[in-house]
């Protein structure tokens, strides 16, 4: 039986995500996209909850959204920018705020079970493209 070299896993280290660093990450994805609008973590309203699910929003489970997807022409411009939960972001996908609040409010009249159930299909299904 050939030997078997235990490989030691090397330790990850853990990075607190701040809102200094994830607005930096947010600040590359616009730089990325051509535009030349900054966002600047200390002046930014993000707001305590999420729009569409109102749980808390705190730096790990924030993301940027725009309130009309890029792909349907929407633009970086902070008149666009959304902050909401990144579950409600994949779930949104390329919807309008205003086409995926209609949507969740058609889902939740569904029963919890359902809206879950429906939600984590979509999200799956954005991803294939
Ligand atoms: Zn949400």
Redesign the pocket.
């Known amino acids: 039986m050939a030997k078997k070299k235990r490989k030691r896993k090397k330790k990850r280290k853990v990075i607190p995500m701040t809102w200094a660093r994830k607005v930096s990450n947010w600040n590359s994805g616009i730089k990325k996209r051509g535009s030349d609008l900054r966002l600047d973590y200390k002046t930014l309203d993000i707001p305590e909850k999420?729009t569409?699910?109102e749980?808390k929003l705190v730096p790990r489970n924030t993301s940027l959204d725009h309130n009309l997807p890029i792909q349907r022409g929407g633009k970086d411009s902070m008149s666009n920018y959304r902050f909401?939960?990144f579950?409600?972001n994949r779930s949104k996908g390329t919807l309008t705020g205003e086409e995926y609040l209609n949507l969740v409010i058609v889902l939740n009249s569904l029963g919890k079970y359902t809206r879950n159930l429906i939600l984590r299909k979509l999200r799956s299904a954005w991803r294939i493209r």
């Open positions: 999420c569409y699910c749980v909401i939960c579950p409600c």
